[in-house]
């Protein structure tokens, strides 16, 4: 399992980036994805989480309301839409893979990860 995470960049507070993860290499129908964000000198947290289907979502209460997670079935892709970004949205944002029938926050439940994107958020 390949996951390729791409489309960080720099934004001022109060605008909005995309990030996407294309998967490659099993049956991405069986997984649920996973967004997670790291800051510098801090722990990596849950940000949003989808099963391929789309049927089900989950976000983390910082998030919720301003970003939106989606799947491209057709592309293998999931992305992350975030809007009104602040600068403690500032992290290297991961996807993640789980071989789980249901979205989960928790970061041992996901078995491939992505390399990663940086966003920044400029105040």
């Known amino acids: 399992v390949q996951l390729q995470a791409s489309g960080g960049g720099l934004v001022q507070a109060g605008g909005s980036l995309r990030v996407s993860c294309a998967a490659a290499?099993?049956?991405?129908?069986?997984?649920?994805m996973g967004w997670f964000r790291q800051a510098p000198g801090k722990e990596r947290e849950f940000v949003s989480a989808?099963?391929?289907?789309?049927?089900?979502?989950l976000y983390a209460d910082s998030v919720k309301g301003r970003f939106a997670v989606s799947t491209d079935n057709a592309k293998n892709t999931v992305s992350l839409q975030m809007n009104n970004l602040k600068p403690e949205d500032t992290a290297r944002y991961y996807c993640?893979?789980?071989?789980?029938?249901?979205?989960?926050?928790?970061?041992?439940?996901?078995?491939?990860w992505g390399q990663g994107t940086q966003v920044t958020v400029s105040s």
């Open positions: 993640a893979a789980g071989l789980i029938n249901r979205v989960s926050k928790v970061a041992v439940d996901y078995d491939y």
């Open positions: 290499g099993r049956a991405f129908s069986l997984y649920a």
């Open positions: 989808i099963t391929w289907s789309g049927g089900s979502t």
